[in-house]
């Protein structure tokens, strides 16, 4: 309990170098203590399509 598991699906524009999006994200999350884990997947069917998925604490949690 006290976790939140957050989906965001991107669609970037063609001609974006995904893997600096992906890389500055990493690192975004790096320096944030409240996320857990950091996940993105590829969808085969759609090349600039890619959900991300984010495990953080939950609010209450973090100002406890």
């Given at each position: 309990?006290?976790?939140?598991?957050h989906l965001c699906l991107v669609k970037f524009k063609e001609g974006v170098v995904v893997?600096?999006?992906l890389k500055g994200?990493?690192?975004l999350v790096a320096q944030?203590?409240?996320v857990k884990s950091f996940e993105w997947?590829?969808?085969m069917s759609c090349?600039?399509?890619f959900p991300f998925v984010m495990?953080?604490?939950h609010a209450e949690?973090?100002?406890n």
């Amino acid at each position: 309990m006290g976790e939140v598991k957050h989906l965001c699906l991107v669609k970037f524009k063609e001609g974006v170098v995904v893997e600096d999006v992906l890389k500055g994200m990493t690192d975004l999350v790096a320096q944030m203590d409240m996320v857990k884990s950091f996940e993105w997947y590829t969808l085969m069917s759609c090349p600039f399509c890619f959900p991300f998925v984010m495990l953080t604490l939950h609010a209450e949690v973090v100002t406890n």
